[in-house]
T-cell receptor, first 118, second 116 residues
Framework: KQEVTQIPAALSVPEGENLVLNCSFT??????LQWFRQDPGKGLTSLLL?????REQTSGRLNASLDKSSGRSTLYIAASQPGDSATYLC?????????????????FGQGTILTVHP | GAVVSQHPSRVICKSGTSVKIECRSL??????MFWYRQFPKKSLMLMAT?????????EQGVEKDKFLINHASLTLSTLTVTSAHPEDSSFYIC????????????FGPGTRLTVL
C-alpha cells in the first residue's frame, strides 16, 4: 500500500526566503506525481505534475523534482511571498498495469502548512 | 483550463436528513469523477470513483448505501449523504479527469457539510 509523507508538517518563513518542501513515498512504482496548493476552506489547485520518466518541472518561482528510485520529491519555492501561504499537498498516482501505461488513483500526503510573513 | 464546480459550497443540516452535493465539469467531458473527504488538518481520502453511466467503485470502509453516488452524464456527478449524522460533517471535494489531459485531475472548490 502506497504511503505518502510530507515534511515538515508546518513551516513559517519571512518573505523573500527560498524554501523546500519534501515529499516521500513508499512505493517507487508510480505513474506520476503532482503538487497541489490548497487555501483554507477551498479546493485544490494543481501546481506541477511530474511524469514518472521526468526529473523535474518548473513553473514560475516553483520547481519540483522527482527521484523515483529513492521515493522522493521536493517542491522548491523561490523568493517566497505572503500570497504563497497555503497548504501544499503532494500526491502520487500509481500505475495499474505492468507496463505503467494505465493509471490508478491518487494517494495524498498530509500536506505542509506554509506561512510566509511580511 | 479545465474547471470543476461544486454546489453548494456550504450546507448545514439536521441529523437524519439527506444532503445532495453536485459536481460539474464546466468545459470538458469528465469520463471519471472522484469524491474525496477531508477532515480538518488532514489529507484527502478517496471515497469513491465513478465513470459515467456505471456504478461507482467505493473504497474500503466507505458505506455505499450511506454515500450514494450518481454519475448520470459526462458533466455531472452527485454525492448524496443519506441520513446524515454529526460524524459525517466534513469537507467533501470532487475531482474529474477527461478532456485533453486524461491523467490530470481537476478539483472542485469543495463543499463544507455540517450536520447538527
Amino acid at each position: 500500500k502506497q504511503e505518502v509523507t510530507q515534511i515538515p508538517a508546518a513551516l513559517s518563513v519571512p518573505e523573500g526566503e527560498n524554501l523546500v518542501l519534501n515529499c516521500s513515498f513508499t512505493d517507487s512504482a508510480i505513474y506520476n506525481l503532482q503538487w497541489f496548493r490548497q487555501d483554507p476552506g477551498k479546493g485544490l489547485t494543481s501546481l506541477l505534475l511530474i511524469q514518472s520518466s521526468q526529473r523535474e518541472q518548473t513553473s514560475g518561482r516553483l520547481n519540483a523534482s522527482l527521484d523515483k528510485s529513492s521515493g522522493r520529491s521536493t517542491l522548491y519555492i523561490a523568493a517566497s511571498q505572503p500570497g504563497d501561504s497555503a497548504t501544499y499537498l503532494c500526491a502520487v498516482r500509481r500505475p495499474t498495469n505492468a507496463g505503467g501505461t494505465s493509471y490508478g488513483k491518487l494517494t495524498f500526503g498530509q500536506g505542509t502548512i506554509l506561512t510566509v510573513h511580511p | 483550463g479545465a474547471v470543476v464546480s461544486q454546489h453548494p459550497s456550504r450546507v448545514i443540516c439536521k441529523s437524519g436528513t439527506s444532503v445532495k452535493i453536485e459536481c460539474r465539469s464546466l468545459d470538458f467531458q469528465a469520463t471519471t469523477m472522484f469524491w474525496y473527504r477531508q477532515f480538518p488538518k488532514k489529507s484527502l481520502m478517496l471515497m469513491a470513483t465513478s465513470n459515467e453511466g456505471s456504478k461507482a467503485t467505493y473504497e474500503q470502509g466507505v458505506e455505499k448505501d450511506k454515500f450514494l453516488i450518481n454519475h448520470a452524464s459526462l458533466t455531472l456527478s452527485t454525492l448524496t449523504v443519506t441520513s446524515a449524522h454529526p460524524e459525517d460533517s466534513s469537507f467533501y471535494i470532487c475531482s474529474a479527469t477527461g478532456g485533453l489531459a486524461e491523467d490530470t485531475q481537476y478539483f472542485g472548490p469543495g463543499t463544507r457539510l455540517t450536520v447538527l
